[in-house]
């Protein structure tokens, strides 16, 4: 059920208090990654299910970097 899908990357994407640790039990990261490196999704073409995993795999990069690896990178 794809709109289904869509509610749930809507709703992680919106989610405020995403923590270290909420990734690190959750395994949501690993999750994302493994979509973002598909090649064949049903439906990426209306939901752009590989693009929104790959945006939020940055984001949450950014989270867990440290702050000296992040400016050495600059």
Known sequence: DLP?????????????????EYLEYSKIGKVMRRISMLTDIPGDDEFRF?????????????????????????
């Open 4 to 20: 289904r899908l869509d509610e749930i990357f809507t709703s992680v994407e919106s989610y405020p208090n995403m923590t270290i």
């Open 50 to 74: 590989r693009e929104r995993a790959g945006a939020l795999l940055g984001r949450w990069l950014v989270m867990v970097q440290p702050k000296n690896s992040q400016t050495s990178q600059m």
